[in-house]
């Protein structure tokens, strides 16, 4: 048995057992460790103390130089060096241009020490070397290649550090992560591992992989030949597949204490201040300006149909997160929402009606039709006008007042004109621009208008859907018919006999193309207008072609009015054609069989003096 102490000598300590023989009892049966040993039992070294004796001191600062750490035999474990140029050499065919924008520091910048250096094995970073070069080619043919780079160098960063070199590869990292070429962020290269961050490469891989799988599933693979509806569906698919995954993130809550959340990142993007940009008419480019995507934090509202948090943690730059927002944007956009979202909608007024400026489809729509207005000048001008009116539509009224989308940019009017049967049409163009018009309308004036000239008018509006359905009229330019009908009398035995030829122009600016609806014939007789007016006698008629055709000239008429030898016969024809009377008559005076006195009882006044209809009165004789 061993010694007994204590006060009642109950405390057996052997020096050699419970001391492991590198120590001795003190009088309460404890252990007192001799220089360099240290625990109850003595059975380890104390902080300075490596080897079987426990007197070799090891200091990863000052015996390992700040390069390694110590091992249990008092020497050390040295960092494998870190090579920069061996990584650029694997980054290079990834990232063009990188060599140019790196700058690798030298040994001393990294804190090298050869003596530790050449004590140690570079195999701790076998694992590490093998798992970056296995990110690179993994990452070989994404775009942008940065994002992939940023991938690999992050991922190197932290197997680094567990593998010792955390002195040996902060300047190098750091020279890669900062450098143009790269853009990467403090997180994704990892420059505060192994310290919590929210680049998890583990957990944002895990999540791409998955969203990956989900997209390429079939029924989430849009097809450009599929209807509308069927895409409309499969993007609805896709926001699903965006809306199940989330990242594990690693949150520090206090220096003492840390504990790890599984979060789904209530983030999400809003494009705002957007405006529109019609950029050069001709050639129809529609642009956006202006605007920017806005991060979004806090609860999710889920009144949006593009929330979203899949794959978007601290593994992303800004530029890539704003990337990756707009593809998932595109994906997640519910036509007739109201929000409007670039890319897969020209439009989104929160409705799926047709024919209001933005489709059920949200597509833009090319401006509805006007009706159009012609005024025309008097028929019986030489030459005429006609001025061709339209109305803004309401559609296009609001879209101007509100400056959306679809407002129209100008309209096109466009004539043909020509002067007669198989003679060339002259065809012009005009560009009427929004602000050409007045508030309500627009107007165009077609000048110098001759009889029987063909008129082709159409117009329409065009806006960044493009030209809308035109409205059309046409015309021939009509007069009312000239009088000349060159009347003439023949006395036949005791008859009348009428004859008369078509007037020169008909209306059509010829005597045949617009035929004479009907000539109205009045006719006057007196023997004696200063004695015997009580004896005045009147006639008027119609004068019709025949059923179902139109007039032969020269036209002959037999007068049934009562026929007086001697008296004074007063003849009007008035030709009518569609558009009404000719402005003025024929009128013709002649004296029924042979008079006794040379000359006429009365003195006539001017033809062209006379009233219509010509009804002999007393008012008319001069005296």
């Not at 300006?289 to 992303?316: D, H, I, L, Q």
């Not at 009224?397 to 466009?414: G, I, N, S, T």
């Not at 005009?430 to 110098?448: E, G, H, N, R």
Request: hydrophobic residues 30%; aromatic residues 10%; charged residues 20%.
């Amino acid at each position: 048995m061993g010694d007994e102490y204590g006060s009642e000598c109950v405390v057996v300590c052997n020096s050699t057992t419970d001391c492991n023989g590198n120590g001795r009892c003190d009088s309460e049966g404890q252990c007192v460790c001799e220089d360099g040993f240290a625990g109850e039992s003595c059975d380890s070294c104390h902080a300075d103390g490596f080897g079987p004796t426990c007197q070799k001191s090891c200091s990863a600062t000052e015996t390992c130089n700040g390069s390694g750490r110590c091992l249990d035999d008092g020497t050390c474990d040295c960092f494998p060096k870190f090579n920069c140029g061996d990584v650029l050499n694997v980054l290079s065919p990834l990232v063009p241009g990188l060599t140019s924008g790196v700058v690798c520091p030298d040994a001393d910048a990294q804190g090298v020490v050869q003596s530790c250096v050449g004590n140690c094995s570079a195999a701790a970073l076998d694992e590490c070397e093998m798992d970056f070069m296995e990110c690179v080619l993994e990452h070989s043919l994404d775009t942008p290649y940065n994002e992939g780079a940023c991938e690999c160098v992050g991922r190197l960063r932290a197997c680094t550090v567990d593998a010792g070199c955390e002195v040996m590869s902060d300047n190098s990292i750091i020279a890669l992560c900062d450098t143009g070429a790269l853009g990467c962020t403090a997180s994704q290269c990892q420059l505060q591992y192994p310290a919590a961050t929210h680049c998890d490469w583990d957990s944002h891989d895990t999540c791409k992989e998955e969203l990956a799988q989900c997209l390429s599933e079939p029924p989430s693979t849009v097809l450009q030949n599929e209807s509308w509806y069927v895409q409309q569906d499969k993007y609805a698919a896709r926001c699903v597949c965006y809306r199940s995954q989330f990242e594990v993130f690693d949150y520090i809550l206090d220096e003492s204490c840390s504990m790890e959340m599984e979060v789904e990142q209530e983030v999400w993007y809003e494009w705002v201040n957007g405006t529109w940009t019609w950029n050069n008419i001709s050639n129809g480019t529609w642009v956006q300006g202006n605007g920017s995507w806005v991060e979004m934090r806090g609860p999710v509202p889920w009144t949006k149909s593009y929330n979203f948090s899949a794959c978007k943690s601290e593994c992303k730059n800004e530029m890539q997160k704003k990337e990756t927002n707009t593809s998932f944007a595109y994906d997640c956009a519910v036509c007739g929402d109201g929000d409007y979202m670039p890319g897969r909608e020209e439009c989104d007024d929160n409705n799926l009606v047709d024919l209001d400026g933005c489709s059920h489809q949200c597509e833009i729509e090319p401006p509805l039709p006007s009706d159009l207005i012609l005024d025309l000048s008097r028929p019986d001008s030489s030459p005429g006008q006609i001025v061709v009116t339209w109305n803004h539509t309401d559609v296009a009224m609001r879209a101007f007042l509100e400056d959306l989308p679809h407002r129209v940019f100008h309209y096109v009017f466009k004539l043909d004109r020509t002067i007669c049967v198989g003679c060339p049409t002259v065809s012009t163009e005009a560009i009427l621009q929004w602000s050409d018009c007045s508030y309500a309308f627009c107007s165009v004036t077609v000048p110098s208008v001759v009889s029987g000239e063909f008129i082709d008018i159409e117009v329409f509006g065009v806006n960044v859907a493009g030209a809308g359905n035109s409205t059309t009229d046409s015309l021939r330019w009509m007069y009312l018919p000239f009088y000349d009908v060159q009347l003439n009398e023949r006395e036949i035995g005791l008859q009348i006999e009428l004859e008369w030829v078509a007037p020169s122009d008909t209306g059509y600016g010829d005597d045949t193309s617009l035929p004479i609806l009907m000539y109205f014939l009045e006719v006057s007789s007196c023997p004696d207008f200063r004695q015997n007016t009580t004896r005045c006698e009147y006639y008027a008629t119609e004068v019709l072609p025949p059923a179902g055709g139109n007039f032969s000239y020269p036209i002959r008429y037999n007068l049934t009015f009562p026929q007086h030898l001697g008296f004074y016969y007063y003849y009007s024809i008035l030709p009518i054609n569609e558009l009404g009377r000719a402005l003025n008559t024929t009128i013709e005076v002649f004296q029924y069989g042979v008079l006794a006195a040379p000359t006429p009882f009365v003195a006539y006044p001017a033809a062209n003096s006379l009233p219509v209809p010509v009804a002999v009165t007393p008012e008319l004789i001069e005296t």
